[in-house]
């Protein structure tokens, strides 16, 4: 049972460079979300999904871009990295609205901007 | 608006000791949830327990034990007898019930308390 699975679990870019980060879950869940993680701040939601095609911005949107073709995939791109964006990217989902179900995350990537 | 504060940043005891771990929240709403989340060393985190704004009742499963009081609006989590494997740093989230579409798909999360326990 694979739950969700985030690849890559390690990353280190050089400034300007791009990436994806990709999120998968098999649980046919409708919601997934992205999440950063810095210290001392907990998380905070970067973008998120509510089903296939859907797509919208979350608390620190600026810098990241989203999409969601497939229900079970939802990627993560970086289109110029920033040292700021160092960080660890979580990747979650749910069924239903997370007030109701919480979320099960992916176990994250930690990206280093250089 | 909406807040979660953890004053503790780090809490260190010695195995078989009793610990709890402070939630404070700050919201508008009368409808909310409330959620703790486990994140081991080994980096994922684990959902520990969801309790919706209507049911006060303590929560008791095996060592771990949630009080929830909301004339003093926190959720507080106590560990009986802790273990070495109970190092972890806890969060503790919270999700209103608003209508508004972004509030129905966010947690707002406290920065966490970092657990040590030592053998």
């Known amino acids: 049972n694979a739950g969700v699975t985030q690849t890559p679990k390690f990353r280190v870019l050089k400034t300007g460079q791009s990436m994806t980060l990709l999120c998968a879950q098999d649980?046919?869940?409708?919601?997934m979300y992205w999440y950063r993680q810095d210290p001392g701040m907990g998380l905070r939601l970067i973008h998120y999904?509510?089903?296939?095609?859907?797509?919208a911005k979350g608390e620190v949107p600026d810098g990241y871009n989203v999409s969601r073709l497939k229900k079970q995939n939802f990627l993560l791109g970086l289109e110029s990295a920033a040292p700021s964006q160092t960080s660890v990217y979580f990747c979650?989902?749910?069924?239903?609205?997370?007030?109701?179900?919480?979320?099960?995350f992916g176990s994250g990537t930690r990206l280093t901007v250089v | 608006a909406q807040k979660v504060t953890q004053a503790q940043t780090e809490i260190s005891v010695v195995e078989k000791e009793d610990v709890t771990l402070d939630c404070v929240y700050e919201t508008r709403d009368t409808t909310y949830y409330l959620f703790w989340y486990k994140q081991p060393p080994s980096g994922e985190l684990v959902f520990l327990i969801r309790?919706?704004?209507?049911d006060e009742q303590n929560e008791i499963s095996g060592r771990y034990s949630w009080n929830f009081q909301k004339s003093t609006s926190s959720f507080n989590f106590t560990i009986t007898a802790s273990q070495v494997v109970d190092s972890a740093v806890y969060f503790c989230a919270l999700s209103e019930a608003r209508e508004e579409v972004d509030s129905n798909y966010q947690l707002i999360w406290g920065a966490g308390t970092k657990l040590i326990i030592k053998p």
């Open positions: 309790r919706n704004s209507f």
């Open positions: 999904s509510v089903g296939e095609g859907t797509t």
């Open positions: 649980m046919n869940h409708e919601y």
């Open positions: 979650a989902s749910s069924p239903r609205t997370p007030r109701n179900y919480g979320y099960t």
